[in-house]
């Protein structure tokens, strides 16, 4: 049975006992508050041994009492929100639902789960409520008794408040929060009681300060930008799991930029462990790519589709495409969950974790990060304006398209480099990362058009073929080109102004 699943949007409250809970009915835009409900609740936390969950701002219990008793997964969606997965109780008390570890599986990596702690609530729960009676907020009043469970504490016990929104605006967060405050309460400095109950063991990892940076190495300029984005792909590979259409795309620029990063950094590198690393994010990037390609592609089209004048929009256009994206976004979707459950990917993440470890830098590159730094963006930069030499010289369309592809991706690289530069480097290296994204973005919609055309093209060969109208196709692959015609000159403009501003300061 696959779990269900919500959007929560909370914030808890540190509280002294002996604090009177306020009246909320003086909320604006609260109505009334129903009178409270008495809840005991049970819950047993489970992680590895070494709190990889905790760690990662993930929570997995078994709970009981209360109206949702079962099992629990949370994982962090943003400020205030979390995505929690739910599972019934079942009759297995320690071991974890098979759905439930399929979504963590990437963290987890075959290591055993096991009961962590425990906690206690008893809490009391008042409905607000709009001028309708709908329910808008709970807000709970929890007095909680918690406990480790590898023997490290005696126990400890506090209360807290609880703000979650049931339906209302974000904005009635801020309302609740004042009279909260003004009560007595402060913000919690962890979002869970799972965290609170673990303390410093459940922190991530210090990552080192912009000065730290600075002050340091290359190597450590590196090693920091390395776990920075395999940080961020861990979280976006909970997102994908969770069904978040956006998280496709952010895990793919995440592995994007850890290769990118290998291959920037290459002089540092002892290559022979490297290479195979970056070719294994190269194999994770393709196997995302046709689920985002896809979705860019289908919400472009029917975004120039509903501007046309309706009399240009002829034959089944609009529903062909819709129909075929769809199906390609479908199957892409299947084709990237399944390597993220394959052994394969699993293996790779032990190798970035390896990678950030024990970094295999070679003999004598401990030079100042801003020094360092400076050589390796000086390198991408003469690469991205060889591969600008390369377009001018294209004889043919087809040679020029590939061109400008290539010219987009050392483009893209030299951005990411100065932006993983910045710390060390300062405001150079964000002028350069500025001017080398307009020039990646501008290449970017070029190839994008190449794609459309590609396909337009094709449906639209499908449609003839099937007796189907194909003039609309033949409207929209004309529009594709005028904007691949304009991106050609956005990219001229944004090179000319970055070979001017940029190349004096960085090539010799």
Not at 60 to 77: C, I, N, Q, V
Not at 150 to 168: C, F, I, K, T
Not at 421 to 432: D, E, T
Request: positive net charge.
């Amino acid at each position: 049975m696959s779990p269900t699943q919500h959007d929560e949007i909370e914030r808890k409250y540190e509280v002294d006992p002996a604090t009177v809970f306020p009246n909320l009915a003086d909320v604006e835009g609260v109505g009334s508050v129903r009178p409270a409900e008495e809840f005991r609740l049970d819950a047993v936390y489970f992680d590895t041994a070494s709190l990889d969950l905790a760690r990662r701002r993930m929570t997995l219990r078994r709970r009981t009492g209360g109206t949702d008793a079962g099992w629990h997964l949370k994982l962090p969606a943003g400020r205030d929100t979390r995505t929690e997965l739910h599972a019934p109780l079942g009759r297995a008390v320690k071991t974890v639902p098979a759905a439930l570890l399929m979504q963590v599986r990437s963290v987890v990596r075959g290591r055993p789960l096991g009961p962590v702690a425990s906690v206690r609530t008893t809490r009391r729960e008042y409905a607000l409520c709009g001028a309708d009676g709908a329910v808008l907020a709970r807000v709970c009043d929890d007095h909680v008794q918690a406990q480790r469970l590898d023997g490290s504490d005696p126990g400890q016990s506090w209360r807290e408040w609880e703000v979650e929104l049931d339906g209302a605006s974000p904005t009635l967060l801020d309302a609740v929060e004042e009279h909260l405050l003004a009560a007595g309460a402060t913000r919690a400095r962890v979002s869970s009681k799972l965290g609170r109950t673990l303390g410093e063991d459940a922190a991530a990892p210090a990552q080192p300060s912009k000065q730290d940076l600075a002050r340091g190495t290359i190597g450590q300029l590196l090693v920091a930008h390395l776990a920075e984005h395999t940080a961020k792909l861990h979280a976006q590979d909970a997102g994908v799991r969770a069904g978040r259409a956006e998280s496709v795309h952010r895990l793919r620029i995440a592995a994007r930029r850890l290769r990118s990063a290998l291959t920037s950094f290459a002089p540092l590198l002892d290559r022979a462990a490297t290479d195979p690393v970056r070719g294994e994010l190269r194999w994770l990037g393709e196997s995302l790519a046709q689920a985002r390609d896809a979705q860019v592609l289908r919400e472009h089209l029917n975004r120039v589709i509903t501007e046309e004048p309706p009399e240009l929009v002829v034959g089944s256009v609009a529903t062909r495409i819709d129909d075929q994206l769809s199906a390609a976004y479908q199957s892409g979707r299947e084709r990237a969950l399944e390597a993220l459950d394959s052994d394969r990917y699993l293996r790779l993440l032990d190798a970035l974790d390896e990678l950030i470890d024990a970094p295999p830098l070679r003999p004598g590159v401990d030079t100042a990060a801003e020094q360092g730094a400076r050589r390796l963006l000086r390198r991408d930069l003469k690469r991205l304006h060889r591969d600008v030499r390369a377009v001018k010289a294209a004889e043919d369309p087809e040679g020029r398209d590939y061109a400008l592809h290539e010219a987009r991706k050392k483009a893209k690289r030299l951005r990411y480099a100065a932006e993983a530069a910045a710390p060390a480097v300062g405001r150079r290296a964000r002028s350069l990362a500025a001017s080398a994204k307009k020039v990646q973005e501008a290449l970017g919609i070029h190839q994008d058009s190449v794609v459309a055309r590609q396909r337009l093209r094709e449906y639209a060969m499908q449609a003839h073929l099937e007796g189907d109208n194909a003039f609309t196709f033949g409207r929209l692959h004309g529009l594709e080109q005028a904007r691949a015609d304009r991106a050609e000159a956005d990219f001229a403009t944004a090179w000319s102004k970055m070979r001017r501003k940029q190349i004096p300061r960085w090539v010799d």
